[in-house]
């Protein structure tokens, strides 16, 4: 079993940026595909973007290409995501997950394919 912490997340004016990580221990990471989602206050959980298992490959909503980026380096067993130009409409908890099956090639984007999540890290964009 594999454990994720998230951090990064914070307070920022639109336009700023602020770069996420999150950090496996229990399994190496290079193991997983691994998912970035966000949930904002009365709206379901949404993946925001994803990376595949040797980081070749990632996948980026609509709502965030050309923004946020994703990277991994497995030899410190982590993840990023570099979130830019950010909007108000981004404020959300942010989570990351690994997808055991898959991620061999490309991301796979069904929320439901993601086990062991971490806890989440608050991004919050003022105006």
């Known amino acids: 079993q594999v454990q994720l912490v998230e951090s990064g997340g914070g307070l920022v004016q639109a336009g700023g940026s602020l770069r996420l990580s999150c950090a496996a221990s229990?399994?190496?990471?290079?193991?997983?595909?691994v998912g970035w989602f966000r949930q904002a206050p009365g709206k379901e959980r949404e993946i925001v973007g994803g990376?595949?298992?040797?980081?070749?490959?990632?996948y980026y909503a609509d709502s965030v290409k050309g923004r946020f980026f994703i990277s991994r380096d497995n030899a410190k067993n982590t993840v990023y995501m570099q979130m830019n130009s950010l909007k108000p409409e981004d404020t959300a908890e942010y989570y990351c997950?690994?997808?055991?099956?898959?991620?061999?090639?490309?991301?796979?984007?069904?929320?439901?394919?993601?086990?062991?999540w971490g806890q989440g890290t608050q991004v919050t964009v003022s105006s």
């Open positions: 997950a690994v997808d055991p099956d898959g991620g061999w090639l490309q991301v796979r984007t069904e929320t439901y394919r993601y086990v062991y």
């Open positions: 229990g399994r190496t990471l290079s193991l997983y595909g």
């Open positions: 990376i595949n298992r040797n980081g070749v490959n990632t």
